[in-house]
């Protein structure tokens, strides 16, 4: 009997945390973030994390796990995230997973298997010879197709960590196709998404609401404590670009405008990403998203497929 999950994602800036946490109150649920980031202690602000009163209102599992300089792949969310869901069905009550970091939760709820990702030397050869004749930007491209979040973290010009990067992706889903036949789990999976000009200016907005809660402050905070600024964490955005401007000198209003815009390539991404799992039951959101119709939908949904009471 498989294990039953439901799923909220959608790109970034969309509500999935609210609507994850009002699941969760209402059936009975746990939450597991399928957000690269949150794992992070420390990394509040830039990462847009559910404030300490939001956590407190429902059980929240891959959240403030590991310091700012750890490592954390898509294959210890995978380990992580498949023992959480038999924990959580275990104790009878509903696993909800909230996030946007695409490929972690693909690989998941397809059943990923990335056990020999090491050595392919006739891939990493072709994508040595696509670089060399398409340009590093168009070997960037490729990966941002298949892991977006790698893509915004890898320079262009690290085209070896580039290549690595989309082999581990590449490979996992060649395993997944030729292996798993059936996906792995009993699961609902709702994707949240709006309007793109809608979707930027809420981004914009959220961006300028992190600088308002000290975004920099948290950055100088980091480096102060000795997270060096060539962990995977640090490169991310938001962090990136404070960095830009408190490391490398990079005037103040142009690092925030640089920080907007990679959000909303980000977003744009994670959109095109989602498309290729088509299993998704998208909500199309407007400017005034009715988020209480949402979740009443959501739960009853959910109320139906998996017999709650």
Request: with cysteine.
């Amino acid at each position: 009997m498989k294990e039953r999950v439901a799923v909220i994602l959608g790109p970034t800036a969309t509500g999935k945390s609210h609507c994850a946490i009002e699941l969760a109150k209402r059936l009975n649920g746990e939450i597991i973030s399928g957000d690269s980031m949150y794992v992070y202690k420390g990394m509040d602000i830039g990462t847009a994390k559910p404030t300490e009163e939001e956590l407190a209102s429902a059980p929240h599992h891959l959240v403030d796990i590991l310091p700012a300089d750890a490592k954390f792949d898509v294959v210890d969310f995978k380990e992580r995230a498949e023992q959480l869901i038999k924990d959580i069905n275990a104790r009878g009550k509903l696993p909800i997973i909230a996030g946007g970091t695409g490929l972690y939760i693909k690989a998941l709820l397809e059943d990923y298997a990335f056990n020999n990702v090491d050595a392919d030397e006739s891939l990493r050869n072709e994508l040595e010879q696509f670089a060399k004749e398409q340009g590093k930007e168009a070997l960037h491209a490729r990966l941002a197709e298949l892991d977006p979040e790698a893509a915004q973290r890898l320079h262009f010009n690290d085209t070896r960590r580039v290549i690595r990067a989309i082999e581990a992706a590449m490979k996992g889903e060649e395993v997944n196709q030729h292996g798993a036949e059936e996906l792995p789990f009993d699961m609902v999976v709702f994707g949240l998404n709006m309007p793109r000009e809608i979707l930027y200016e809420r981004i914009n907005r959220r961006v300028d609401i992190m600088l308002e809660q000290g975004l920099e402050a948290e950055v100088r905070r980091l480096l102060d404590e000795g997270v060096p600024t060539d962990c995977q964490s640090m490169k991310s955005i938001g962090y990136r670009q404070m960095l830009w401007y408190i490391v490398d000198g990079m005037d103040y209003d142009f690092a925030v405008d640089k920080l907007k815009q990679a959000t909303r390539n980000f977003a744009k991404r994670q959109v095109t990403f989602f498309k290729g799992m088509p299993y998704i039951e998208w909500f199309e959101l407007d400017a005034a998203p009715d988020y209480e119709n949402v979740v009443n939908s959501m739960e009853q949904r959910l109320v139906e497929k998996f017999k709650l009471v």
